[in-house]
């Protein structure tokens, strides 16, 4: 008896530090890819962290991790800083944030969220198609509104940045201008949800834990993706981030069919 108990705390302790090595790879994966190309950290996060942590424990830690990692990015790309990008995109996350809870309270959210998952994969289809044509062709003003409107308001009610990605990658010019402005527009949005998320009880003492614990290992990761990034051709940052919004949208798609 005695034997079989020290056994199941054994296996408890070794499940215990698995799941901790989970968390971690997952802090340096999620975060190098945010530094690489600006957006995808909850995409590359989640994915990893869906094989053995629990669902209402991520969001809450990726959005603590995530909110200094924008500030740093904001901070080192600031003279790229455009207000005619970043302020209306905020503005329009605010203003998704305040309806969100009456429409994710009577309106079906999965079947939004599988139109928007289809949308994300399209546009970063044509986004990857375009980088491999010889003609280029430039967005038009009128498509180019409906998709930052779009992406404004559901980035605010879901949080999902990838369409929001996709037209802040049509408005700017290089990696750092496109890091600078995206990461100011989730700079918003995550303090939007810090607030939200204390409100409802979801930001606990376990979780500023769990992030102490994590962000040196979120920030090891940062400054690597940042590293590489300069080290590329600016083509090759657009490329990947085109496969990332593909992926964004895929996911989006299983999750919620």
Known sequence: MLCCRQEKRRQ?????????????????????????????????????????????????????????TNLIL??????????????PLAALVLAGSIPGAFLLKNVDARAIKLVFGVAVAALGAEMLS????????????????????????????????????????????????FKANISAVFIVDNTFRIVLYSVLGLLTLDTVKSVLLLIPFALLGLFAGIRCSSRMDGKLLRKITSVLLVLSGISLILKNL
């Open 12 to 68: 408890r302790v070794e499940t215990g530090i698995s799941v901790m090595y989970l968390w971690i790879i997952a802090a340096v994966a999620a975060y190098f890819i945010k530094g690489l190309c600006g957006f995808a950290n909850t995409l590359v996060f989640t994915s990893i962290l869906s094989f053995g942590a629990s669902n209402a424990n991520i969001s809450p830690i990726d959005l603590l991790l995530g909110y200094p």
């Open 74 to 87: 904001t901070w080192k790309n600031r003279k790229s800083l455009d207000p005619k990008v970043y302020l």
């Open 130 to 177: 375009r980088e491999y044509s010889k003609k280029r062709v430039r967005s038009s003003k009128a498509v180019l509104a409906i998709i930052g409107v779009t992406a404004g308001v559901l980035c605010g009610l879901f949080g999902v940045g990838a369409l929001l990605a996709a037209y802040v990658s049509r408005v700017t010019e290089g990696g750092g201008s």
